[in-house]
């Protein structure tokens, strides 16, 4: 069992930044960042398998980072250049599942892989 405690969202600007930090209970070769919209379907922000191999959503992938600090057990999510578009709700999740991609091994961006999540981080981007 993994816990997951989410933190950093809040209400920003368009053009704006904003870090999302997620503090894991223990540690998991697969986590990754999702968000929801209300009505809509979870989907995948970006994964990563360790503290190296990364699967982004390619239409994020050139505006967020993803990063974790293996020590300390956190989980990071850099945000810039917001966007209304951007709201929603973001969750910290654990737990995922390892693809391979030639000679990569990474986390695949699957819901349903991943078993643990957190309560997630309510992000608002509006003028």
């Known amino acids: 069992q993994v816990t997951l405690l989410e933190s950093g969202g809040g209400s920003v600007a368009p053009g704006g930044s904003l870090t999302l930090s997620c503090v894991a209970s223990?540690?998991?070769?697969?986590m990754g960042w999702f968000r929801q919209t209300p009505g809509s379907e979870r989907e995948a922000v970006a994964t990563?398998?360790?503290?190296?191999?990364?699967n982004y959503n390619e239409s994020m992938a050139d505006r967020f980072t993803i990063s974790r600090d293996a020590k300390e057990g956190t989980l990071y999510l850099q945000m810039n250049a917001l966007k209304p578009d951007d709201t929603a709700m973001y969750y910290c999740?654990?737990?995922?599942?390892?693809?391979?991609?030639?000679?990569?091994?990474?986390?695949?961006?699957?819901?349903?892989?991943?078993?643990?999540w957190g309560q997630g981080t309510q992000v608002t981007v509006a003028s």
């Open positions: 999740a654990a737990g995922g599942k390892l693809q391979r991609s030639g000679t990569r091994w990474t986390c695949t961006t699957r819901v349903s892989d991943f078993d643990f």
């Open positions: 223990h540690y998991s070769s697969c």
């Open positions: 990563i398998y360790d503290s190296v191999e990364i």
